[in-house]
């Protein structure tokens, strides 16, 4: 399966913002996807996932009030909506997917052998 992110761009502090997860191959209701993000200097961290068939989520703490994650399978696409930006918001964001992965591991990142690219979010103040 290919990704391709998108919805990034410049955002004010408080504003929403709907990032998209575009998945091109077959199969996409096999795939669990996440989002995560990479700021400047920064590990990579897990946002948010869906998991396959059964549709589950799963959030990281920091982002689980603000962030929803969902998926429309019959386009092939999930989304990241993300409310109330601040700087620390500030980003490049990634979709991954995985087929058929493990429960326990929705949330690792080394689980997931498909990236998209990226998309920047810069929030200001």
């Known amino acids: 399966v290919q990704l391709q992110a998108s919805g990034g761009g410049l955002a004010q502090a408080g504003a929403f913002r709907r990032l998209s997860c575009l998945a091109s191959g077959r199969a996409f209701n096999s795939y669990s996807v996440a989002w995560f993000r990479q700021g400047p200097e920064k590990e990579r961290e897990f946002l948010a996932a869906v998991r396959y068939g059964t549709s589950r989520l799963y959030y990281s703490d920091s982002v689980k009030d603000r962030f929803i994650i969902f998926r429309d399978n019959a386009k092939s696409t999930v989304y990241l909506q993300m409310d109330s930006l601040q700087p620390e918001d500030t980003a490049v964001y990634y979709c991954?997917?995985?087929?058929?992965?493990?429960?326990?591991?929705?949330?690792?990142?080394?689980?997931?052998?498909?990236w998209g690219q990226g998309t920047q979010v810069t929030v200001s103040s």
């Open positions: 991954a997917a995985e087929s058929w992965l493990h429960y326990h591991h929705q949330t690792t990142d080394r689980y997931y052998n498909f």
